[in-house]
């Protein structure tokens, strides 16, 4: 086997379960974060062509596999097959230019969310705070928080995660993208849970990317994402979905400071809702914005000065 017939053979497998495009993404992602497909020069198979996006350099024929890489490669695909995500058969996702680690104690990191560190980013910048403190609460793999301080390396980092699992991620993410020197604090608890506030100073920014899926929408969600990504994080009562939006709210009124900033990722069909009850709470230049898509994913919401 080559490197080329492997992409193929990927391709033929997954195309009934993802459609040949996602098909062809995945295969893409498995040989190059795997096999290290792109410091290979590669061919299809007897064709003398260059296989689209993955050959830089001149078609020439990879050498064969070994009987290990051929191995490796059938396990793999015999999950994909199966429906789990990609990024849990490899262990790691690529977010804003860094690989996190993941597992399924933790979400998946998105496009969209990565849209909403870039708007944080923006206001830090134009901020000019030189060491903002700035809290993740739902932390996951860490991919908000360690990723603006990866970007802004001043920045002072908390975080607040309930699931043990999710928070030895978390920390691991820290250790391997900050550095084993780099400071941050990192809290395991609950938001609702007042008693857990006091262990936060004030704050410049508050950041999450809370559960905002009802479960009554649970049937229409895609197969791959309820099997595998953890519901804890995933979804919210019926009753009150947007009750983490209304406790992380008032944590926030507590804990920013004057002209301090609170940024939600939210669910698209009630993106609005979530704005009206910032509003409601008396946050100041509260703005609703869209992803690529066109969907109203973010809401940021300041502090007024007093």
Same mark, same amino acid.
């Given at each position: 086997?080559? /490197?080329?017939?492997?992409?193929?053979?990927? #391709?033929?497998?997954?195309?009934? +379960?993802?459609?040949?495009?996602?098909?062809?993404?995945?295969?893409?992602?498995?040989?190059?974060?795997?096999?290290?497909?792109?410091?290979? +020069?590669?061919?299809?198979?007897?064709?003398?062509?260059?296989?689209?996006?993955?050959?830089?350099?001149?078609?020439?024929?990879?050498?064969?596999?070994?009987?290990?890489?051929?191995?490796?490669?059938?396990? #793999?695909?015999?999950?994909?097959?199966?429906? =789990?995500?990609?990024?849990?058969?490899?262990?790691?996702?690529?977010?804003? $230019?860094?690989?996190? *680690?993941?597992?399924?104690?933790?979400?998946?990191? +998105?496009?969209?969310?990565?849209?909403?560190?870039?708007? &944080?980013?923006?206001?830090? *910048?134009?901020?000019?705070?030189?060491?903002?403190?700035?809290?993740?609460?739902?932390? $996951?793999? $860490?991919?908000? $928080?360690? /990723?603006?301080?990866?970007?802004?390396?001043?920045?002072?980092?908390?975080?607040?995660?309930?699931?043990?699992?999710?928070? =030895?991620?978390?920390?691991?993410?820290?250790? +391997?993208?900050?550095?084993?020197?780099?400071?941050?604090?990192?809290?395991?608890?609950?938001?609702?849970?007042?008693?857990?506030?006091? *262990?936060?100073?004030?704050?410049?920014?508050?950041?999450?990317?809370?559960?905002? &899926? !009802?479960?009554?929408?649970?049937? #229409?969600?895609?197969?791959?994402?309820?099997?595998?990504?953890?519901?804890?994080?995933?979804?919210?009562?019926?009753?009150? !979905?947007?009750?983490?939006?209304?406790? &992380?709210?008032?944590?926030?009124?507590?804990?920013?400071? !004057?002209?301090?900033?609170?940024?939600?990722?939210?669910?698209?069909?009630?993106?609005? =809702?979530?704005?009206?009850?910032?509003?409601?709470?008396?946050?100041?230049?509260?703005?609703?914005? *869209?992803?690529?898509?066109?969907?109203?994913?973010?809401?940021?919401?300041?502090?007024?000065?007093?």
């Amino acid at each position: 086997m080559t /490197t080329a017939s492997a992409y193929s053979f990927l #391709i033929q497998q997954l195309s009934p +379960r993802y459609g040949p495009g996602e098909a062809a993404a995945i295969a893409r992602i498995v040989l190059e974060d795997v096999f290290g497909a792109e410091g290979r +020069r590669w061919t299809v198979d007897g064709g003398g062509q260059t296989v689209d996006g993955l050959s830089a350099e001149a078609p020439v024929k990879a050498e064969g596999w070994t009987a290990t890489e051929v191995e490796q490669l059938k396990n #793999i695909t015999a999950r994909l097959i199966s429906g =789990e995500p990609v990024q849990y058969v490899l262990g790691q996702a690529d977010f804003f $230019g860094l690989k996190f *680690k993941v597992n399924p104690a933790v979400l998946i990191p +998105r496009q969209e969310t990565e849209e909403l560190v870039a708007w &944080i980013l923006e206001h830090l *910048k134009n901020s000019r705070i030189e060491h903002p403190a700035v809290l993740d609460i739902g932390l $996951g793999s $860490g991919c908000i $928080g360690l /990723t603006l301080k990866k970007k802004f390396p001043g920045l002072q980092l908390f975080g607040l995660e309930k699931s043990p699992a999710a928070l =030895e991620v978390a920390t691991e993410n820290a250790r +391997r993208i900050l550095g084993e020197d780099a400071t941050f604090q990192f809290v395991e608890g609950d938001v609702f849970d007042y008693r857990v506030w006091v *262990k936060f100073p004030f704050l410049d920014v508050v950041a999450s990317n809370p559960p905002y &899926i !009802p479960n009554v929408q649970k049937s #229409i969600m895609p197969e791959h994402v309820t099997a595998h990504e953890p519901a804890l994080a995933l979804f919210v009562d019926d009753e009150d !979905p947007l009750s983490f939006y209304r406790v &992380i709210a008032d944590f926030s009124l507590q804990k920013l400071k !004057p002209c301090g900033a609170l940024f939600f990722e939210c669910n698209e069909f009630n993106a609005g =809702e979530v704005a009206a009850l910032l509003q409601e709470k008396g946050f100041v230049r509260v703005e609703l914005r *869209k992803d690529l898509a066109g969907a109203e994913r973010m809401v940021c919401g300041m502090v007024a000065r007093h």
